[in-house]
């Protein structure tokens, strides 16, 4: 039985498992088809090539991706990208190019923190993060873990999520550049879980058209911890602007039980599957 999850996360992000890791939990879940895409970085791909570990074995294809951060009406936007050549001029510049931004953006949400009375957590999450990409996780961890708050939730509720004094999107890229670096490697650009973004549902369908007119050819119709009619709602959006489908749990721990790998509402039976544009 053929069993697909487009959207995973590593250690090289803001994952709690290593690629090896992952991959051996995937095979345990029957999952076929596993894509790694952590947020602004192939760093596990790299990483799988340097151990000379395979990418397509009896048990489980592993298909290259990234999750690239950008904005759009002064909104972060997650733009996955699936089966990328991670070895692209495009790839490696749009890395080099997030890597920067992640680092000025620990920097300036360490300076809006400092203003509310915190020490500096600038060296304290870029340690955590080790040699991946520092996140606001790694910002929240540290916090947690320096007796600032009571817990990860507590920091993102109270200083990082969105609204809050850490949520700084304005950093990234426009959604119509990051599309571009996506099909520049010859990959698919699928809008990441577009019912979590905190907008109207005309303000969604605009976002969808710009998706559209900048070249994205997919949209998460089936995410982890979606709630029922969703993926309804968005087969539906699928029909209107000729978006292909994608379905992925966005792994990223496995203490999270309410996101477990491989697990999302089914997909309607209307919908193109992104894999066909493999």
């Not at 088809?33 to 340097?50: G, K, P, S, Y």
């Not at 920097?107 to 870029?126: C, E, N, S, V, Y």
């Not at 999302?264 to 919908?271: D, F, I, N, T």
Request: aromatic share 6%.
């Amino acid at each position: 039985m053929i069993k697909y999850d487009l959207h995973s996360h590593t250690k090289y992000s803001d994952g709690s498992l290593s690629a090896q890791a992952l991959i051996a939990l995937a095979i345990e879940r029957g999952i076929t088809h596993l894509a790694i895409t952590d947020h602004d970085t192939v760093q596990a791909h790299l990483q799988l090539t340097e151990n000379n570990k395979s990418y397509a074995t009896e048990k489980i294809n592993i298909i290259k991706g990234i999750e690239l951060s950008s904005q759009w009406n002064n909104m972060g936007v997650h733009i996955v990208g699936l089966n990328i050549d991670i070895h692209s001029t495009a790839i490696t510049a749009a890395v080099k190019h997030q890597t920067q931004l992640r680092i000025e953006r620990v920097k300036t949400i360490a300076k809006k923190l400092l203003q509310r009375g915190f020490p500096d957590i600038t060296q304290g999450a870029m340690i955590l993060a080790g040699d991946g990409q520092v996140g606001r996780p790694h910002i929240a961890q540290h916090m947690v873990d320096e007796g600032l708050v009571s817990s990860v939730g507590q920091a993102f509720n109270k200083y990082l999520g969105a609204g809050k004094v850490g949520d700084i999107s304005s950093v990234w890229p426009d959604l119509e550049c990051v599309v571009e670096w996506i099909n520049a490697a010859g990959g698919v650009a699928v809008l990441a879980h577009p019912s979590r973004y905190k907008m109207t549902r005309t303000k969604r369908r605009r976002l969808m058209a710009d998706f559209s007119d900048a070249g994205g050819q997919a949209i998460e119709v089936c995410a982890g911890n979606q709630v029922p009619g969703v993926a309804e709602e968005m087969a539906a959006v699928c029909d209107e602007f000729g978006f292909h489908a994608s379905v992925g749990s966005d792994f990223h721990n496995p203490d999270y039980k309410w996101v477990k790998l491989g697990q999302y509402p089914s997909l309607p039976k209307a919908c193109r599957p992104v894999w066909e544009l493999f």
